[in-house]
Nanobody, 123 residues
């Protein structure tokens, strides 16, 4: 069992930055592929970024490519999402997820989920 807890969300003005963290407990994070998803009210859950067992394999949604950076620190059992040049369209609950095997953009392929952290970007 893996327990995931996100933090770092908040209110930020457009053009600003936030760094989200996802702390894992229960198992060694290095065994899992880690991803961030987001979900705005009334919308489907959307893939944001994924990182493989090491930081050498990453995938990003086109909407965040060049602005967001996902990374992991296996020694600290933590995954990060650095979000830059934020826009109001980035407003959502951001969720951390873990899975075995290859990275995936499909939410139902993930085994473990955190509760999420709210990110609100104002104009």
């Amino acid at each position: 069992q893996v327990h995931l807890v996100e933090s770092g969300g908040g209110l930020v003005q457009a053009g600003g930055s936030l760094r989200l963290s996802c702390a894992a407990s229960g198992r060694f994070l290095s065994n899992y592929v880690m991803s961030w998803f987001r979900q705005a009210p009334g919308d489907e859950r959307e893939f944001v970024a994924a990182v493989g067992w090491s930081n050498s394999t990453t995938n990003y949604a086109d909407s965040v490519k060049g602005r967001f950076i996902i990374s992991r620190d296996n020694a600290k059992n933590t995954v990060y999402l650095q979000m830059n040049s934020l826009t109001p369209e980035d407003t959502a609950v951001y969720l951390c997820a873990a899975k075995w095997g290859a990275t995936s953009k499909t939410s139902n392929s993930y085994n473990y989920w955190g509760q999420g952290t709210q990110v609100t970007v104002s104009t």
